[in-house]
């Protein structure tokens, strides 16, 4: 048996490639009768049989019958997927989705759109997320009294992205109070990140007490009920329904675990935190889903992760079957992800 960690020649590449190309377009084994017939190879059955063999040896193929062609592994998939072209989608799909890009005016709508068009040009589970960094810079504040003891806070970023907050404090603030409050951040804090906020915040209470011992009183009071805290990741996810058709070898109690993984935003965010992690600018591809859930083994994650200026990181993905149409999807992703950039 031949080393699993050997290099493939040409010849072996290009054989899986074929094979791999050839399943995804139908879904079936592929035979080496199959591919002698492809005039671009000029090799014999034979010749082919022998390289299919030392490809299931190395573990990039896999035979599902005796008498059946062969299949590509999780591994086949992975390295035909880094050697696929990354070309830009038609100019037409290109402006369709800038315009959608640009018709989204805050955060939110932006995470929804990019989510929605990477549904709609790929035909699976598109997912986008914006994830708050500390680098956050603070637009404004407001804050309004509402009954029993309760305030709500509102916290609006230069990304465009607010936050509304309802907090319970121990007694009733008048509203001449909040505004005052409201006033001073606006007025000190504006433009400053919400981590250097508080920061700045707790050293004035050391330091300028007898002046702003009020003020800064209540403030402490606020910021321990979350006035300077990171925002919560925006998240939105369509064409989780693409997955119900798909034969991913799973039982009903798996299929329902998948979709209860997804349908909860932590582990969603925790599945691009861990597989897009490095991929800043570059698109990453992930073929092989198990380590983050059983029920995933049998996807690929391809994303895109973008700093945008603003203090958010960016997550732009697609979910899907092994056999997706990694050219279109990766364009896809790409594409989306710059227009989102654009937009920040």
């Given at each position: 048996?031949?080393?699993?960690?050997?290099?493939?020649?040409?010849?072996?590449?290009?054989?899986?490639?074929?094979?791999?190309?050839?399943?995804?377009?139908?879904?079936?084994?592929?035979?080496?009768?199959?591919?002698?017939?492809?005039?671009?190879?000029?090799?014999?059955?034979?010749?082919?049989?022998?390289?299919?063999?030392?490809?299931?040896?190395?573990?990039?193929l896999a035979q599902p019958h005796t008498s059946a062609g062969r299949v590509p592994t999780d591994k086949g998939f992975r390295d035909f997927a880094v050697s696929v072209p990354?070309?830009?989608?038609?100019?037409?799909?290109?402006?369709?989705?800038?315009?959608?890009?640009?018709?989204?005016?805050?955060?939110?709508?932006?995470?929804?759109a990019a989510s929605s068009a990477l549904t709609e040009f790929t035909h699976n589970v598109g997912i986008a997320a914006a994830l708050p960094l500390s680098s956050q810079e603070?637009?404004?504040?407001?804050?309004?009294?509402?009954?029993?003891?309760?305030?709500?806070?509102?916290?609006?970023?230069?990304?465009?992205?607010?936050?509304?907050?309802?907090?319970?404090?121990?007694?009733?603030?008048?509203?001449?109070?909040?505004?005052?409050?409201?006033?001073?951040?606006?007025?000190?804090?504006?433009?400053?990140?919400?981590?250097?906020?508080?920061?700045?915040?707790?050293?004035?209470?050391?330091?300028?007490?007898?002046?702003?011992?009020?003020?800064?009183?209540?403030?402490?009071?606020?910021?321990?009920?979350?006035?300077?805290?990171?925002?919560d990741p925006q998240l939105a996810m369509d064409g989780a329904s693409y997955l119900v058709g798909l034969d991913l070898h799973l039982t009903r109690e798996r299929m329902h675990?998948?979709?209860?993984?997804?349908?909860?935003?932590?582990?969603?965010?925790?599945?691009?935190?861990?597989?897009?992690?490095?991929?800043?600018?570059?698109?990453?591809?992930?073929?092989?889903?198990?380590?983050?859930?059983?029920?995933?083994?049998?996807?690929?994650?391809?994303?895109?992760?973008?700093?945008?200026?603003?203090?958010?990181?960016?997550?732009?993905?697609?979910?899907?079957?092994?056999?997706?149409?990694?050219?279109?999807?990766?364009?896809?992703?790409?594409?989306?992800?710059?227009?989102?950039?654009?937009?920040?």
């Open positions: 048996m031949q080393s699993p960690q050997r290099q493939l020649t040409p010849r072996e590449r290009t054989i899986l490639h074929e094979i791999v190309g050839a399943h995804i377009e139908s879904g079936e084994p592929v035979g080496s009768r199959t591919l002698a017939r492809l005039r671009h190879l000029s090799l014999s059955p034979a010749t082919i049989r022998n390289v299919m063999a030392d490809l299931s040896d190395d573990g990039y990354l070309r830009p989608l038609p100019q037409g799909e290109r402006q369709r989705i800038y315009a959608r890009m640009q018709s989204a005016h805050s955060l939110e709508d932006r995470v929804a603070l637009e404004h504040i407001e804050l309004i009294g509402l009954s029993d003891r309760r305030v709500l806070m509102i916290v609006a970023t230069r990304d465009r992205l607010v936050r509304n907050r309802v907090v319970t404090l121990d007694r009733e603030l008048p509203q001449d109070d909040l505004t005052l409050l409201r006033n001073y951040v606006n007025h000190h804090f504006a433009g400053w990140t919400l981590e250097r906020a508080r920061t700045e915040l707790l050293r004035r209470i050391d330091e300028e007490r007898a002046r702003y011992d009020e003020i800064l009183r209540h403030l402490t009071v606020l910021c321990a009920k979350g006035l300077f805290a990171d925002s675990e998948l979709f209860r993984a997804l349908e909860q935003k932590q582990q969603v965010v925790a599945l691009l935190d861990r597989f897009l992690a490095g991929s800043h600018g570059q698109i990453g591809v992930h073929v092989g889903l198990e380590e983050a859930h059983p029920a995933m083994g049998e996807l690929a994650l391809i994303g895109v992760t973008v700093d945008l200026p603003s203090g958010v990181r960016a997550r732009i993905a697609v979910l899907g079957p092994m056999r997706m149409n990694y050219e279109r999807v990766m364009s896809a992703v790409q594409q989306i992800g710059q227009a989102f950039e654009s937009q920040a």
